[in-house]
Structure formats: structure tokens, C-alpha cells
């Protein structure tokens, strides 16, 4: 009797833990999908020139490549227009050098 019920015990825990993983795995790939591809997109300014191109995204910031350097900018000031992002809103260059410049060393191979 138990045996029985430690193995009817321990039934109900794997199908129930089993349901809950694949409750979870659903809900990751809904958020993935609802994510817009950001990266190999055209960034421009506020007024449409130019900026560069977008390569990734580290946490909350796009990088986006420029004539030989790097900007981060912050996800709350990107927003998608047509098939371009476009920065939007007072964004310090400086700043967004500054994030580029950590991002490089962050994930830049030795020597380049």
C-alpha cells in the first residue's frame, strides 16, 4: 500500500512539473516573438540623416556601428519608423561614445 502510494506521489509531481515547464517554455517564446528585430537595421536622427547601423543589442542598449566607431543608446530612445530605427528624443553623443567604447572592450577580440 506504500509503495503504491509513494509511486502515485510521485506521478502526480512529474506530470505536474512537466505541465508548469511547458507553461514556462510557451511564455518565453511568445515574449521572443513580440521582440522586434532590432539588429542590421539603418539607425537615423531625429531628422532622418544617418547614423550608422545597428549590430546588437546588450541589455538595454542598441549599438549601433558609425564610420569606424560604436554608439550605444539607450532602447527607450529607438523606435521603429518604416524600415529604419530612428533615435529619438535629446540623446547625449558623448554619452552614447562612451557605451559604444565599454561595449567594444566588453566583446572585442584581443589585438583588435
Known sequence: MFTGLTGLIVFLESVCG???????KK???QVEE???DLISRFVVDGSGKKLGESIS???????????GKYLGV????VEE???????KGLV???KAEEL???WQSKYSKPGE
Open 74 to 77: 539607450p532602447l527607450k530612445h
Open 18 to 24: 512537466l505541465f508548469f515547464l511547458s507553461r514556462r
Open 34 to 36: 513580440e521582440k522586434p
Open 27 to 29: 511564455n518565453v517564446e
Open 81 to 87: 519608423k518604416d524600415d529604419v530605427l530612428q533615435v
Open 57 to 67: 543589442v546588450d541589455d538595454d542598449v542598441l549599438i549601433i556601428k558609425t564610420s
Open 100 to 102: 559604444g567604447r565599454e
Open 92 to 94: 547625449s553623443f558623448d
